[in-house]
């Protein structure tokens, strides 16, 4: 049970609430797939080694040819009103925090204990992280960080550089475009009753590559954003990658992975230009609307009860 643009139009009207529901074209559902040549279908492409930067000018190219709202994250802070938004680097094993370099040696640097200064100095300049803007160093199990260290918020000189520890999401790539919506972000609505550009989608507008996150709001302290809004919905977004960083295209979203998107970045697929394969599911059935909302489901001891939802019967 196929829908003809591959569920792209359900998705646009739902402001990407409902995603695409185009399977990829495999031996199990091959025989199902048809060409779709509405200007909503939506999915995915062949998908060749196609290595590109993902930095402004792409960032910038993205925003224009999908229509999606793509930012590198900035203004996503440590710590705010003096407590700690993030773990210290040193929290646990395999934790992964994130660094910023700026030349020269660190004009105010944190007073560290002896034994986290030498942890963090080796892990950073051991480093074999390539990304030209930050460095990501993970903590080891045999490493033990000064008790008296706490605070997020850390600048330390290694070699002639200054390093500071930023969120582990600085400089990080998401599709915000859930956010642009009329009711799922707060000060959009606002901003519409009250004449203003929406303030997600206004960083594209401008031609912005970036979004600065207002935890410190530029005009007015009383709109400082709380990290907590953040980490409660970034679950609700697309993380794309790290800005600076050399990324496949078959690594993109499907969301992304448009026919203009490939001819942009010189993928060559039979698909480009042509329209979309539009394929479902192997064993996907229609809805049979005639049955009601239930469904069977059996335990193990053969008893079966009633579930109201047609997309648990679905599946």
């Known amino acids: ?18 995603k695409c529901s185009n399977a990829a074209r495999t031996f199990l559902n091959e025989e199902t797939c048809f060409l779709s040549t509405e200007a909503t279908a939506c999915g ?4 060749p080694d196609t290595t ?16 999606k709202y793509l930012y590198a994250m900035q203004g996503l802070v440590v710590t705010q009103d003096g407590m700690n938004t993030v773990e210290h680097p040193c929290f646990k094993e ?3 925090s994130r660094w910023t370099k700026t030349d020269g040696i660190c004009t105010n640097p944190t007073g560290l204990g002896a034994s986290t200064k030498t942890i963090l ?25 000064d008790e008296t260290d706490e605070s997020a918020e850390i600048h330390i000189t290694v070699g002639n550089d200054c390093w500071t520890h930023v969120h582990p999401e600085h400089l990080s790539v998401w599709d915000l475009t859930y956010w642009a919506n009329p009711n799922t972000h707060p000060g ?14 206004k960083w594209a507008e401008e031609g912005k590559y970036y979004m600065n996150y207002p935890s410190v709001h530029p005009f007015d302290s009383t709109y400082n954003h709380p990290m907590m809004r953040w980490d409660t919905n970034n679950k609700k977004f697309e993380k794309v990658g790290r800005f600076g960083d050399n990324m496949e295209f078959r690594d993109l979203t499907s969301e ?20 979309m394969i539009v394929c479902g599911s192997p064993g996907e059935v229609a809805n049979k609307p005639q049955l009601g909302n239930d469904f069977e489901v059996y335990t193990t001891n053969s008893r079966s009860t009633a579930y109201n939802s047609d997309l648990a019967r679905q599946r």
Request: proline share 4%.
């Open 1 to 18: 049970n196929k829908i003809s643009d591959g569920g792209g139009s359900i998705e646009l009207s739902t402001g990407g609430k409902a």
């Open 256 to 275: 992304l992975r448009l026919d203009q998107v490939a001819e942009y970045f010189g993928v060559t697929t039979s698909a480009a230009g042509s329209g």
């Open 188 to 201: 959009n609505k606002n901003a519409a009753n009250n004449g203003r550009p929406n303030p997600i989608k």
């Open 121 to 145: 100095e080796g892990l950073i300049a051991s480093s074999t992280d390539e990304n030209p803007h930050i460095r990501d160093i993970t903590f080891k199990s045999n490493a033990q960080c």
């Open 52 to 67: 590109f930067a993902l930095n402004s000018t792409n960032i910038v190219a993205l925003q224009n040819l999908t229509g």
């Open 44 to 47: 995915s492409i062949p998908t």
């Open 94 to 96: 395999g934790h992964r």
